[in-house]
């Protein structure tokens, strides 16, 4: 089954810097999604972006995503120590109208050091 | 809105009993909920595809004689993990889609499941 890709696997910045997270899959996707899981609870809903976007923001944070390169990409600006969590990118891997299903890439671990 | 609640947030339990989970979505009827686990440092697999009042679909290599899911009411699923064993010992999380049409799916706490 497809399996999206994140890096890198662990990112260490200073409260204030950017933080960039990527995220590469191999199929076709209806929409790619990021979350949020906080140490050893459930996830968060980031932001989704559709097939057909390139980018969406939402407050700090901004999301692109390259079709042709089969890629997403989330950046967190001037980041805060609560941001520290681990994230993950998810594909709904079949187009159309969507089976709802959901493929987790490996994530993420973004610690903001204060 | 749109939260969902499991029950409990941890469980331990002897090796070869019986452990229900509970799914709830407080705020939305949800007909499609997910179960899914996820090993320490790992990502989340799904597991199955709970849908109300019919039979959940199960991914490959998942028993379903194991894992028993129900969906028998529009805001509750269960998981009950049968005859559990150390190596069943994971974070199991439920999510439900808010309606249908929606491509977002929201998201339990979780429940950490230690079998000894």
């Known amino acids: 089954s497809q399996q999206g890709e994140e890096d890198p696997q662990a990112l260490s910045i200073q409260e204030g810097e950017n933080a960039t997270m990527n995220c590469s899959y191999k199929?076709?996707?209806?929409?790619l999604q990021w979350y949020r899981q906080n140490s050893g609870r459930g996830l968060v809903h980031l932001i989704l972006?559709?097939?057909?976007?390139r980018e969406k923001h939402s407050g700090r944070l901004r999301v692109t995503l390259d079709t042709s390169k089969k890629s997403s990409s989330l950046l967190i600006t001037a980041s805060r120590a609560a941001d520290t969590a681990s994230y993950f990118c998810?594909?709904?891997?079949?187009?159309?109208?969507?089976?709802?299903?959901?493929?987790f890439g490996k994530g993420t671990k973004l610690s903001v050091i204060p | 809105g749109a939260v969902v609640s499991q029950h409990p947030s941890w469980v331990i339990c002897k090796s070869g009993t019986s452990v229900k989970i509970e799914c709830r979505s407080l705020?939305?009827?949800?007909?499609?909920m997910f179960w899914y686990r996820q090993f320490p440092k790992q990502s989340l697999m799904l597991m199955a595809t709970?849908?109300?009042?019919?039979?959940?679909?199960?991914e490959q290599g998942v028993e379903k004689d194991k894992f028993l899911i129900n969906h028998a009411s529009l805001t509750l699923s269960t998981l009950t993990v049968t005859s559990a064993h150390p190596e069943d010992s994971s974070f199991y999380i439920c999510?439900?889609?808010?309606?249908?049409?929606?491509?977002?799916?929201?998201f339990g706490p979780g429940t950490r499941l230690t079998v000894l």
């Open positions: 972006i559709r097939s057909n976007e």
């Open positions: 705020d939305f009827q949800a007909t499609t």
């Open positions: 998810a594909t709904d891997p079949r187009p159309g109208a969507g089976s709802y299903q959901l493929t």
């Open positions: 999510s439900a889609l808010l309606r249908e049409g929606s491509d977002t799916q929201y």
């Open positions: 199929t076709s996707i209806n929409n």
């Open positions: 709970s849908n109300e009042g019919s039979k959940a679909t199960y």
